[in-house]
């Protein structure tokens, strides 16, 4: 491998990531029973691809409010413009957790209904969950860019081209000279959404489980981290710092709680340092 | 200024309103049921006297209603037996209900009132030492990447300097990335993890919030110093030293004061050009802040305070009581936008002649 790539500190970063899930990956295949390894295994590709819905609703309804927005400022709608725009300082205002819990609530509920049958439209619908009170952000990061780019020479220059507004918008500013600051933020919205979806798993897993069927929703690493088995290995840790001698026993006895924790939390710092990385390596 | 509080006040007066629009249906819609079920059987009559443990009332009332329906004694029985099975049901339905089901009263309110001001008053605490942590960690990294450029690097100690520094970072990062319930259930054999002390702190270390922020702070800084007239200020003598132990350079009391001002330094203009971006995102943090402090609260099942509630009555489906608490979390959030806007308003005055 090319030394200077794992200079770059997002490509190191990556590396680290993908090298830490295969050494979690094999200890866990060696020492976890193999009913618990399944559900390590599932879950954590639930989350995944869960995250990775998030981000692409996040980048279509980001990128279509942006359009909305640009238009109603640039056609003189003022009142439309106004509304648009207050209803979205309004979803900013609610606290992320609360609006994507009562998100999953809602799914959850769905699912004992039968309105809605199997994991298929489970993962879009959570996903669709979160973007809604992510991508506030996204909008935010697109006007900006637009904003400045419409400050400058090149932006007149092209109308007077004759090149249309949508073109100039979609292709020259946002593709072509914000794609490095739209990725960058995508990977945040990524980490952003594993943080969220794991923190609403874990709250209804231990406080909703009666009334909002746990079982019902795919296991994520949330889920998975309320039960029982996964929070005794957890509490553990506790029990190790007093008595720095059971350390040992952690990697072993109690590797299913430890081995969700460990991948929750790495994953949040790896996804962050990548982030940051990209931003300083592109000097955004 | 006025375009924006006159946004903020609307906004409040839509949710609350929507909000109260819900509440009256869900009263409403739950009003009905039990309307809808007494009806069916009000037009039996009053049947309060009736001791339905009695055999003796029970074939009583079934000679009664065969007196006043006769031939239809089959339906007559079907209908006996739908009053006893409904009286069983709102019988047990109470003795179930007894300790979850909540009206929403003066008391109740009174109640929640209490659990708000006790989460107003950590999330302020919090919110405080956020504010102070995000800055001085962003300074302080700043400062030392700057001291870190005048040591000699290749030298051995550097290294080792360097690679510890590195490890113990990276330890920190995997403490303040973790979700707060991880870390409280990690620590809950050896430690009360309930205590309002705890959750402060929890709130403060957890969440990966004082790394993010931090982080836009050093970003903001590292932007500032690169600008021109930093350059101008540097070229025309302005005091430029980093150094611990340099003249003029900048000590850890400075940069760990509460109201950090670098008299004389050029540092000090990059700070107060980055703490006013800084101000921008603040709106930002309280709200990831606000979501920490729920995820605390209802993680850990801390009783008695505002989002244990707000789940418990989830659980219990006392909407009502959710719509309000829901309310209360709204207005924080609002509290604070307009406190920000108002703080951003103020330093627009100072630094862009507004």
Redesign the interface.
Known sequence: MDASVLKQKDSRWAMILILGLLVTGVWDALFLNKPALRFVVSGFFNTICVALLVVVFTLIFAWIVTLVLNYLESHNRRASYMLV??LL??I???????GILFGY?AVGIMLQNGIIRGALPVFPLLAVSISVFVFI?FVDLMRERIAHYKKLDFYNAMQVCGISESRIINIDILWKNSRIHIFNKLISVFGAAI??Q??VD??IS???S??VNATALPATMGSM?ANIDS?QD??A???A??HPLYVGNLFFEHLQGLTV?FL???L??CT??IA?GY?QRHRL | MKTKLA?HF??VV??TVLLLLLLFVVRSSSNAVINKEKARLSAYGDLGFVDFKDSFHKALLKDVINAYYPDQYDTNAVIVNEILASREKEFSEKIQKSYIEEKLSGAKILQLCGMYVKFLLVYIVVMLLTYYGVQTLGVYRFVRKKQMLLQRKKSLLFRSKTAMKAIGT?AA??VL???A??IA???????NTDTIIFMALLGVIS??LL??YM?KFF?FLTAESRKGYIDTAIVKNLNNAYGQHEKGGISYAEIFRPFKTFDGHVFDHIYKNARYQYLSTVK?QA??L??GL??IE??L?IHGHLS?EL??Q??Y?NYDIVIVI?LF??YT??GT?VFVDLLINREEKKYENK
């Open positions: 725009t207050f300082n309004t900013r205002s609610v606290p992320q957790v609360v609530i952000e943080f969220l794991c923190s874990f709250i231990v406080g909703l009666t009334d981290l929070k957890v509490l840790i506790g029990y710092l007093t924790a929750i939390v790495f949040l710092v962050f340092h940051n931003a | 946004e609307f906004s839509f949710v990276t990062y995997f990335f973790s979700p319930y991880v259930y990690s620590i809950r054999t050896e430690f969440n990966g790394v993010t982080n970003a930002e709200s990831f606000i979501s729920i995820i209802m993680a099942n244990y789940l418990r989830l659980l489906k829901v979390i709204f959030v609002k936008e």
